[in-house]
């Protein structure tokens, strides 16, 4: 197979969805037409999902792969165990072995979404960061000094507020940044969080291997609520939702993030998208049924039309005409009365007592569409009770 | 063997040319009257010569071995390949292994003119470093935060003057920190200069081994010249000059130097150096006379009594009475005519040709008393010519 060199193309993949590229977009532009080129973006598994966040990095290195380029997907289970600083306001915990191998072990399936998994390099920086030895580790942190590490903005932020930064977060990009060295890419492609970490990894190979790679960075999505999309903020959008938690959740963004999750998370032409900004900006619209497009589209993306059209009118009929969604999953109980906290972890509408509680705490549990007001509550079971948490999960007792 | 209790001796050991004790010296006595303790001095082999600066570690180490203690002299093979960046206002080039390990063969015959060797442990840290995994090494740095690694002076020093700090020069106090966790040790000794590696060795110990570890600090000898005594400085006195050098070195320091030296390299009284101090202060006794008494019983520790004696005497003889050494070394010169450079190098009183040079270009060089001016000057060799260099070195051509 041939790579893709017409211009037009290659001009649109080095425009939409992209802030930056280093250390120029002609540059890259130049080397596209010349030949296949290998690129990657790297993911530590820090949560077991994607979401929409990542998966604008994801459907940019999807364009490079559909011109015939050669993509890797890099997992950073070696990475996680140290935890990227990048865009943390505070430290990272660090995770156990075991729980990263549990959370990349849904990554395939996720990547698979948006990419063609038959023609990706799937690979794993442990490979070569723990053959990596302490004393190869100190050659490489010879070569960077203080003062360009600590230029960072967080860390900046961080010690303004007086608070501290930990030596492993420091060490951090260097590690990443062998990543680069480790595979000798032609470019690496990841969100502005990860623009520091990835030049680093230029700095490096280009010292180690003599050899040059570009950067290209993808905006930031903004999560639900309108900060950046994280789990840790509980505000993402994540690519194994099912259909009607992925629109609903869409519909629920703030109304001023419309047009840049259409411009992120969908393929509408910009033309379109400048005019629903136009409208947006001269109220000839009603936000609700731009995203109702917009959920449209991105569900359409990942399940197809027929579930995305299914999912809206799921959607309008719960939360539109106030009626309860035509499927509700049935869970037996077989208690004649049971504490509320221990039913929502039985349904599985809560994953601990302790979620449960806060649940009730915040008024967002209701059995036949009575807020209940007390975790203390003793339920009498009934068959076909129904039991709801916040506006969109649904159990009917069985 | 019994260790020795005796407060009064455990007082004066804590006491002459001990700066400080971390975290106290009352609690160090009371450790050292209840146990036999291990204790450690470590020195990177980044030159092969030990100096006087070295030997008052090296002599307090003594005074412990004396009392009963055990002595660790731990060379660092493996971190002198990163370089301590203590006290240097530039960054330390790197060593290669070989070069390291050339620098340190002759090691144990320099602790060995200090301490009784035969009770001596002598450990590489290469020994556990080398195999310290990337990953324990990272889990380490999790426990130290940036601001307390770039709190260190001289780090703030380079800051202001607007040079570089490099990253594995951040990392080097954490490398030797990780000695103390290795070795799990009572006590460190070291000069001041150590003492913020010391600190941080302090630390790991009580977090990996929840043991206390600790830290005695001996003061800084300067060298001939005022400054720091430090081979890169070209003024230091070592330990293994022969003993008419090692003489001739102490009458050349300054004389604000003398009360110093007779502290930290003698083991006068100190009531008796008081007295010197007064003496010298009031202008009652001709310096040149108190550094001979110190060159003499600096000396004689290193050489015994006779020796110590003759290179007095020696020194007497050419400076004082302007007469040629008593013995000088003869050289065979085969040529007839001989460039200066040549000569030098081949009489060995120059390293190189470009020391050659240098010492031509400083006028100091002279043949049969008379200075050369010129160091492309070719020379007639003659029998029994005299080549000098300096004051203090000659060579007869036989």
Redesign the interface.
């Known amino acids: 197979m041939k790579v893709n060199t017409d211009p037009k193309k290659i001009k649109e993949v080095l425009t939409r969805n992209v802030v930056e590229v280093i250390p120029s977009k002609r540059a890259l532009a130049t080397l596209l037409k010349e030949r296949r080129i290998r690129l990657y973006l790297g993911i530590d598994p820090t949560s077991p999902e994607l979401h929409l966040g990542h998966a604008v990095a994801l459907r940019k290195l999807r364009e490079f792969q559909e011109l015939g380029h050669r993509v890797i997907f890099l997992i950073g289970d070696?990475t996680a165990?140290?935890g990227d600083p990048s865009g943390r306001d505070k430290k990272r915990e660090?995770l156990s072995f075991s729980q990263i191998k549990k959370n990349m072990a849904p990554y395939k399936k996720q990547a698979g979404k948006i990419l063609d998994l038959s023609k990706v390099e799937i690979k794993y920086n442990s490979e070569w960061?723990?053959q990596?030895?302490?004393?190869d580790?100190?050659?490489i942190?010879?070569?960077?000094?203080?003062?360009r590490?600590?230029e960072r903005d967080m860390?900046q932020q961080r010690?303004q507020k007086g608070e501290?930064?930990?030596?492993?977060?420091?060490?951090y990009p260097?590690?990443q940044g062998y990543d680069s060295v480790a595979m000798n890419v032609d470019l690496e492609v990841g969100a502005t969080d990860q623009t520091f970490n990835m030049l680093v990894g230029r700095k490096l190979q280009r010292i180690y291997n003599k050899k040059e790679k570009f950067v290209l960075t993808t905006p930031m999505l903004a999560g639900l609520d309108g900060r950046k999309m994280s789990k840790s903020y509980g505000n993402t959008i994540n690519i194994l939702d099912p259909p009607r938690e992925m629109y609903g959740k869409i519909m629920s963004i703030k109304d001023e993030l419309i047009p840049q999750y259409f411009e992120l998370c969908t393929n509408l032409p910009l033309k379109e998208i400048a005019a629903i900004k136009k409208k947006l900006k001269n109220q000839k619209v009603n936000p609700r049924d731009l995203k109702a497009r917009l959920a449209q589209e991105i569900v359409k993306l990942y399940y197809g039309e027929g579930k995305a059209k299914k999912a809206g009118q799921e959607f309008k009929r719960i939360f539109q005409e106030k009626k309860l969604p035509s499927q509700i999953k049935e869970v037996e109980i077989r208690e004649k009365k049971i504490a509320i906290l221990d039913l929502l972890v039985k349904a599985k509408l809560a994953s601990s007592k302790s979620e449960a509680k806060r649940l009730v705490f915040q008024r967002g549990v209701k059995i036949n569409g009575r807020t209940l007001q007390n975790w203390q509550d003793l339920i009498e079971i009934k068959k076909g009770q129904i039991l709801q948490v916040g506006k969109r999960k649904f159990v009917k007792i069985g």
């Open positions: 070696f165990q140290i660090p960061l723990s990596l030895s302490l004393k580790f100190l050659g942190s010879s070569r960077i000094t203080i003062s590490l600590l860390f010690f501290e930064v930990w030596l492993n977060e420091l060490l260097l590690l």
